[in-house]
Structures are given as structure tokens and as C-alpha cells.
T-cell receptor, first 109, second 113 residues
Framework: GQQVMQIPQYQHVQEGEDFTTYCNSSTTLSNIQWYKQRPGGHPVFLIQLVKSGEVKKQKRLTFQFGEAKKNSSLHITATQTTDVGTYFCADTNAGKSTFGDGTTLTVKP | GAVVSQHPSRVICKSGTSVKIECRSLDFQATTMFWYRQFPKQSLMLMATSNEGSKATYEQGVEKDKFLINHASLTLSTLTVTSAHPEDSSFYIC?????????FGPGTRLTVT
């Protein structure tokens, strides 16, 4: 079935540094959704990307969908301690999601 | 945004017993809900798609007789782990979609002793 790879698995940054997580697939993705899961919490929907080459921004977060719809990225500018958590991408079709393994971000104050 | 609740949040049961987990959409109707399983520091694995008024659709490798799913109304889906074993210990999360956003419940931590 569809596999979604996500890198890196872990990322440690100093507060104020930027952070990027990448999501890749060998086959065309339907729609990409991004989630954030805080330690001990449940995934919270961040955004959905649908169109090839789409770029969306939410404050310090920038989401991109590749031209071939085989990859996506989430970039956080100037990380803050509140950004800690695991970020998952998910290939979603008709509500059914295949999740990547997630990137766990830790931020050192 | 929409709210999905789960009950219980934590449950400890003995090996061989059955446990029922409820998932409710509180402020919207969900014809479809999804059940996921998450092991510590791992990703979410889709177990099954719960369809209101019809049989659930299980992912490959998930035993339908062990993980019974019932979606009796537009706001409630239940997952029953039958004859639980220690290897069933995990974090079970449900989700429901409204438009294209998927809302997750807070999860149920199951520990089988």
C-alpha cells in the first residue's frame, strides 16, 4: 500500500532557529495533511494541501506541496519552545489517512 | 473546531477480558469514523474505517473478530477489544471528518495485564 516517509525522525534546535520536516512518497499523494501531536496528546490538524505546487502559510509555519505531488514540507521559522511536539504528515483520501512516521521536534530555550 | 470525545481515557484490564472504547462526535454528525492505534514514539496506524449503519472496513492484518467495531449512530462509534492480551496494550485513537478536516479524539490508553 501507499507508504509515506518522513525525515528527519528527530530534530533538536536552539530556540530561534528554523526547522523543516520533509514528507516523501514514491507514488502520487492524494492530499497532504499535516498534524501536530504534543507529548501525551492527540494529533491536531494543522492544514491540508491539495494542489500541485501549493504553498500555504500560518504565521511562522510554511507548508509546501511538491509539483509532482510526491513530497511535502513543513518549515517553521524562528522556533519557539511552544513548537515542541511531533509533526506528522498524512496522505489523505476520502478521510482515510496514511501517516508518516513523524518528526519529533525539541527546542532548547 | 469540531470536538471528538473518547471514553475511557485510560483503562487497565486483565488478560482475556474485553474492553469497549467509545468515540463520539459532539457537535457534528459523522457518517464515517476511523480507528487508529499508536505505539509509543511511533506513528498512527489505521486499523479500520467505521461506517454508520454498515460493517466496518478493516485494514490488512487487523483481525475483525478481535477488534469489533459498531457505528450505531451518526455520533457514536465503539471499538471492542475482545479477549485482550498484553500485546494489545496501546494508545487507541479515533477520528471523524467534517468537510476535509479530520478531528481526533483524545485517545484511550489500554494496558492489559
Amino acid at each position: 500500500g501507499q507508504q509515506v516517509m518522513q525525515i528527519p525522525q528527530y530534530q533538536h534546535v536552539q530556540e530561534g532557529e528554523d526547522f523543516t520536516t520533509y514528507c516523501n512518497s514514491s507514488t502520487t499523494l492524494s492530499n497532504i495533511q499535516w498534524y501536530k501531536q504534543r507529548p501525551g496528546g492527540h494529533p491536531v490538524f494543522l492544514i491540508q494541501l491539495v494542489k500541485s505546487g501549493e504553498v500555504k502559510k500560518q504565521k511562522r509555519l510554511t507548508f509546501q506541496f511538491g509539483e509532482a505531488k510526491k513530497n511535502s514540507s513543513l518549515h517553521i521559522t524562528a522556533t519557539q519552545t511552544t513548537d515542541v511536539g511531533t509533526y506528522f504528515c498524512a496522505d489523505t483520501n476520502a478521510g482515510k489517512s496514511t501517516f508518516g512516521d513523524g518528526t519529533t521536534l525539541t527546542v532548547k530555550p | 473546531g469540531a470536538v471528538v470525545s473518547q471514553h475511557p481515557s485510560r483503562v487497565i484490564c486483565k488478560s482475556g477480558t474485553s474492553v469497549k472504547i467509545e468515540c463520539r462526535s459532539l457537535d457534528f454528525q459523522a457518517t464515517t469514523m476511523f480507528w487508529y492505534r499508536q505505539f509509543p514514539k511511533q506513528s498512527l496506524m489505521l486499523m479500520a474505517t467505521s461506517n454508520e449503519g454498515s460493517k466496518a472496513t478493516y485494514e490488512q492484518g487487523v483481525e475483525k473478530d478481535k477488534f469489533l467495531i459498531n457505528h450505531a449512530s451518526l455520533t457514536l462509534s465503539t471499538l471492542t477489544v475482545t479477549s485482550a492480551h498484553p500485546e494489545d496494550s496501546s494508545f487507541y485513537i479515533c477520528s471523524a471528518s467534517e468537510l476535509y478536516e479530520q478531528y481526533f479524539g483524545p485517545g484511550t490508553r489500554l494496558t492489559v495485564t
